[in-house]
Antibody, heavy 121, light 108 residues
Framework: QVQLVQSGAEVKKPGSSVKVSCKAS????????ISWVRQAPGQGLEWMGG????????NYAQKFQGRVTITADESTSTAYMELSSLRSEDTAIYYC??????????????WGQGTLVTVSS | DIQMTQSPSSLSASVGDRVTITCRAS??????LAWYQQKPGKVPKLLIY???TLQSGVPSRFSGSGSGTDFTLTISSLQPEDVATYYC??????????FGQGTRLEIK
C-alpha cells in the first residue's frame, strides 16, 4: 500500500520561503509523477506543479513559475516543494499527490495528509 | 488556458435522490477528465477517471459520462456519507492541470 507522509505545519513570515517534504513508501517511487496541490482556507484545489523523479524535470503551473521549485530524491523516496517570496495569500494546505499509473500526469490516486503553511507577520 | 467550470456551485438534495453535477471545459479535452470527492477536513479521493471509469472501491451509485467539453457526475441514490465537495479535473496535459471550482453537496 502506497503511503505519502508529509512534513509538519509551518508558520512563515511574508517574504520568506518554505520547503515541504513528502516521503513515499510502499511502492515504486521513481517512475510515478508526484505533484503538489494546494488548497487555501475554504477554497478549491490548485495544481502547482509536478515531477517524475526518474527524469528529475519538473513542470510548473504558470501562476507559480519562478516562485516554486519541486525536486525529488530517489535515494530517500522523498519529494520536495519549495515556495519562495511568501505572501499572506499563500496560506493554505499543501498536498503532495501521486499519479495513478506510470505515463499519466495529474491523475492522483494517493495523497499525502497535507501540510498547513501559514504566512503571517 | 483551458478553464473548467462546474455547476451548480452548491446543491442540497434528499437521501435517495438522483444527483447530477456538470463540468464544462472551455476547449475539448477528449476524455481526460477525473472527478474527486473531498469530505470536510479530509484529503481528496479519486472517484472517476477517463470521464467514466470508476476507481477501484468506489460505490457503483457513482457514475460519470461525457467527452470533449461536457461532462457529468451522477449519484444514482444519494447517501448521507456522500456529503462532500466534488471537483472535476482535467489531467494529462502538464503544465495545464486544472480543477473545477468545486460543487458542495449537502443533505436536505
Amino acid at each position: 500500500q502506497v503511503q505519502l507522509v508529509q512534513s509538519g505545519a509551518e508558520v512563515k513570515k511574508p517574504g520568506s520561503s518554505v520547503k515541504v517534504s513528502c516521503k513515499a513508501s510502499g511502492g515504486t517511487f521513481s517512475s510515478y509523477a508526484i505533484s503538489w496541490v494546494r488548497q487555501a482556507p475554504g477554497q478549491g484545489l490548485e495544481w502547482m506543479g509536478g515531477i517524475i523523479p526518474i527524469f528529475s524535470t519538473a513542470n510548473y503551473a504558470q501562476k507559480f513559475q519562478g516562485r516554486v521549485t519541486i525536486t525529488a530524491d530517489e535515494s530517500t523516496s522523498t519529494a520536495y516543494m519549495e515556495l519562495s517570496s511568501l505572501r499572506s495569500e499563500d496560506t493554505a494546505i499543501y498536498y503532495c499527490a501521486r499519479d495513478r499509473k506510470v505515463g499519466t500526469v495529474g491523475l492522483f490516486d494517493y495523497w499525502g495528509q497535507g501540510t498547513l503553511v501559514t504566512v503571517s507577520s | 488556458d483551458i478553464q473548467m467550470t462546474q455547476s451548480p456551485s452548491s446543491l442540497s438534495a434528499s437521501v435517495g435522490d438522483r444527483v447530477t453535477i456538470t463540468c464544462r471545459a472551455s476547449q475539448g479535452i477528449s476524455n481526460y477528465l477525473a472527478w474527486y470527492q473531498q469530505k470536510p477536513g479530509k484529503v481528496p479521493k479519486l472517484l472517476i477517471y477517463a470521464a467514466s471509469t470508476l476507481q477501484s472501491g468506489v460505490p457503483s451509485r457513482f457514475s460519470g459520462s461525457g467527452s470533449g467539453t461536457d461532462f457529468t457526475l451522477t449519484i444514482s441514490s444519494l447517501q448521507p456519507e456522500d456529503v462532500a465537495t466534488y471537483y472535476c479535473q482535467k489531467y494529462n496535459s502538464a503544465p495545464q492541470i486544472t480543477f473545477g471550482q468545486g460543487t458542495r453537496l449537502e443533505i436536505k
